[in-house]
């Protein structure tokens, strides 16, 4: 898979993309990022990537021309991705999706957003990481980066699974313990150290249902919506 990033700040998502598991599944070939400096693109001598917005009111717009120019030398951008607060929740299942595509490109906002006639013309789709605004989508990005690589095959090692993760099957997942078996006065749950395994998925399944109901009852409704 090859991930580009568009960015006046190609240095923010850098040193991340090298470590843990983004870093790995680079390391085995998984997955190439490829930071596009949107500033390389920018036609005036100070290289500007932004202008007031019209109609006034705060904050700057990120101009039209750099983002064409950038998206424009991209030979195969494949799936292109806007990073907004404006944009659909990111959840699990649009991880997935992109999981399956060859080629994805992140536009990464700052200010007030990108000029529209970017979206309307190179945009497939806007996604948000959640119910407020950060400075502009570079840590979005990683966000987006981190969910979609660790689904794509041999991504993960023995010992982490994605099939056990939160989200995977619709639920938050059940709590986790390891050695020592006694902490701090608190022991680990005796199932989980029974060796019975159907025991230990029963308790599992409960843990995860009784999370889900205390702290995301959401999720339960949208499952029955599904
Ligand atoms: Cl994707 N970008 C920005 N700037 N703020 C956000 C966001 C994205 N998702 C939530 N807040």
Redesign the pocket.
Known sequence: MRINVITIFPEYLEGPLGLSIPGRAREAGLVNYRLIDLREYATDRHRTTDDEPFGGGGGMVMKPEPFDAALGALEGPGRVVS???R?CP?DHRTAVRFALESDLTLLC?RYKGIDERVTEKWVDEE???????????EP?ALVVIDAVVRLLPGALGDHDSAASDSFYEGLLSAPSYTRPAEHDGRSAPGVLRSGDHSRIEAWRAWRADRATRHRRPDLLDLDAAD
């Open positions: 990073l907004s607060p944009g990111f906002g996604v948000s990481i959640g119910d407020y605004v950060l400075s502009g989508g979005a």
